[in-house]
């Protein structure tokens, strides 16, 4: 069983920047996908960033240009740098883990935008 552990969520202004970091409790060897997830009140959970084997990245539409995902050389992490919050980017944020046909979440942390 892996275990996600996030850390860096918070209260920002909007223009306002956070690095959110996920590290698994496990090292994986081999290939995975890691990435994160959000899910603002009322709304459906929706893809932000994920990245490939610390190589490959996809970013959701609202988030290009903004954001910023990268793995980590020594760990199984990854890490979210959001530059240009805005409201809209208010919601609890989920790392994502898909290794060997298994996925597996974090706890969330919530992120809130507001002046």
């Known amino acids: 069983q892996v275990q996600l552990v996030e850390s860096g969520g918070g209260l920002v202004q909007p223009g306002g920047s956070l690095n959110l970091s996920c590290i698994a409790s496990?090292?994986?060897?081999?290939?995975?996908?890691m990435g994160w997830y959000r899910q603002a009140p009322g709304k459906r959970r929706e893809l932000v960033a994920r990245?490939?084997?610390?190589?490959?990245?996809y970013y959701g539409e609202s988030v290009k240009g903004r954001f910023t995902i990268h793995g980590d050389d020594a760990k199984t992490a990854v890490h979210l740098q959001m530059n240009g919050l805005k409201l809209e980017d208010t919601g609890v944020y989920y790392c994502?883990?898909?290794?060997?046909?298994?996925?597996?979440w974090g706890q969330g942390t919530q992120v809130t935008v507001s002046s």
């Open positions: 994502n883990l898909v290794y060997a046909g298994y996925e597996y």
């Open positions: 496990t090292n994986i060897p081999s290939m995975y996908t």
């Open positions: 990245i490939i084997s610390g190589a490959a990245t």
